[in-house]
């Protein structure tokens, strides 16, 4: 499969509790996009990686809220000290580099904090 | 800050007849895409939509783009109940600083009756 992983896919955790995610992008696609989706509601941009670069983080990305995409490759968020407000489905998508190219989404990971 | 807005949010029709969701953005773009998602799952890309006139069609649906009444539609023609699902439209902006990103709007949550 060489579509665009997530994982995982599913992670519950106690309020407090510090989560991690990872996205594998398409080989070869220099953007990198996480979004997060509360229920009923379209997904709301969180960052943006040019390569390793960070070059935006949404005012939603609080300072609990961490990513990375080391060596260009694969990304990682992290979310510290989560919250309640924090359960939602957190999608990855990539794209090549140029100005008419379309992200492709992965499956999600949905978090629920209990 | 770029706003999209789709209409209607919730649609329910019977099996067989026409129908049309607008997508209306604020600012100047001429790339549009259009997603299916789901109950609990990722976005599925429908169409791609990358200058002003663009015209595609799958099956029983087709999109269309005007970029200077800043619309999108995507018509229905004769529903199935396989089309049930909630359909995203989702500008791309691209900002001065480099990045790029796609605003979605609020979604149309589809309900097909037999």
């Known amino acids: 499969d060489t579509g665009v992983s997530q994982n995982p896919r599913h992670k519950i955790t106690k309020r407090g509790q510090n989560v991690t995610f990872r996205c594998d992008p398409i080989s070869e696609h220099n953007r990198l996009y996480w979004y997060r989706q509360t229920l009923g509601q379209g997904p709301e941009f969180l960052t943006y990686f040019q390569n390793e670069a960070q070059l935006e983080k949404s005012r939603l990305l609080s300072d609990r809220f961490s990513a990375e995409r080391p060596k260009g490759s694969f990304s990682t968020l992290e979310i510290q000290r989560t919250e309640q407000g924090d359960s939602a489905m957190y999608l990855c998508?990539?794209?090549?580099?140029?100005?008419?190219?379309?992200?492709?989404f992965g499956q999600g990971t949905r978090l629920t904090v209990v | 800050e770029l706003k999209v807005e789709q209409n209607p949010l919730f649609l329910s029709m019977q099996e067989g007849k026409n129908y049309t969701i607008y997508c209306n953005y604020s600012t100047t773009s001429d790339r549009l895409y259009w997603y299916r998602q789901d109950p609990g799952k990722s976005l599925e890309s429908l169409f791609v939509?990358?200058?002003?006139?663009a015209v595609k069609q799958e099956g029983r649906l087709m999109a269309s783009l005007d970029t200077k009444a800043r619309l999108s539609t995507l018509h229905i023609t004769a529903a199935v109940h396989d089309l049930s699902a909630t359909y995203f439209c989702a500008v791309d902006t691209f900002s001065t600083s480099g990045t790029y990103k796609y605003i979605f709007g609020t979604g149309t949550r589809l309900k097909v009756l037999a």
């Open positions: 939509l990358l200058s002003n006139g």
């Open positions: 998508a990539s794209s090549r580099l140029g100005q008419n190219t379309e992200a492709f």
